[in-house]
């Protein structure tokens, strides 16, 4: 069966302290692997995109990586306006498929 | 910079009455879906549509749910005989076939 996992479920970081955020995933045919920041009350903002394992993007403070197994949402140097829930999400089989998302991870950064 | 936008922003129903959620997507993306959040669960895939009709469909999309592209450009989630479990974010999302870009969401509260 598909599915996604995310840890830590929260996560509490002061400003300037980076980190790191999983995803395990087991998926039949990887079409894409999917970050989104949510804010609360609102809809999931795209991210990145990842497609095979070894591919890395960067914005701002955020740095994604995938691995055959895992994605790591990496955050160095943390501001307060960087809390969110951040969801994970995979494609499988082909283009245009539903999103199968993980739980999220919820970040609160603090000065 | 084009986005997915959605009405009502909230909507408030009785038991049993029929809703219709809307969403007015970018006008030149492929894929249509409509997802929903349950207060502090995931986001759960519902149904998507591509070339004016369903191409996949979630177990949760049963005989209460449909969905139509009445005028080309809006995209309709109709929940017939609304029950108290069908409170939840509803979102819509459309891709060109790689990234979803999602709207802002529709709070549905059935009292």
């Known amino acids: 069966e598909d599915q996604v996992t995310q840890s830590p479920e929260a996560l509490r970081l002061q400003e300037g302290e980076s980190s790191s955020l999983n995803c395990s995933y087991t998926?039949?045919?990887?079409?894409?692997l999917f970050w989104y920041r949510q804010d609360p009350g609102k809809g999931p903002e795209f991210l990145f995109t990842l497609y095979s394992a070894g591919e890395e993007k960067e914005k701002e403070r955020l740095k994604a990586t995938l691995t055959k197994k895992e994605s790591f949402l990496h955050i160095t140097a943390p501001k307060p306006e960087d809390s969110a829930t951040y969801l994970c999400?995979?494609?499988?089989?082909?283009?245009?498929?539903?999103?199968?998302f993980g739980k999220g991870t919820t970040l609160s950064v603090s000065s | 910079e084009p986005e997915v936008t959605q009405t009502p922003s909230h909507q408030v129903t009785q038991m049993g009455q029929e809703v219709i959620l809307r969403c007015v997507p970018i006008?030149?993306?492929?894929?249509f879906y409509w997802y929903r959040q349950i207060l502090g669960q995931k986001v759960e895939f519902l149904v998507s549509?591509?070339?004016?009709?369903?191409?996949?469909k979630s177990e949760i999309f049963d005989d209460q749910f449909s969905v139509e592209r009445p005028d080309g450009s809006n995209f309709t989630l109709k929940i017939r005989s609304t029950k108290l479990e069908d409170s939840a974010m509803y979102f819509c999302?459309?891709?060109?076939?790689?990234?979803?870009?999602f709207g802002q969401g529709t709070r549905l509260t059935v009292v």
């Open positions: 999400a995979v494609r499988r089989d082909q283009a245009g498929t539903a999103l199968i």
């Open positions: 549509f591509y070339n004016n009709e369903i191409s996949e």
């Open positions: 006008s030149n993306h492929l894929y």
């Open positions: 998926v039949s045919g990887l079409r894409g």
């Open positions: 999302a459309d891709s060109a076939g790689r990234e979803a870009f």
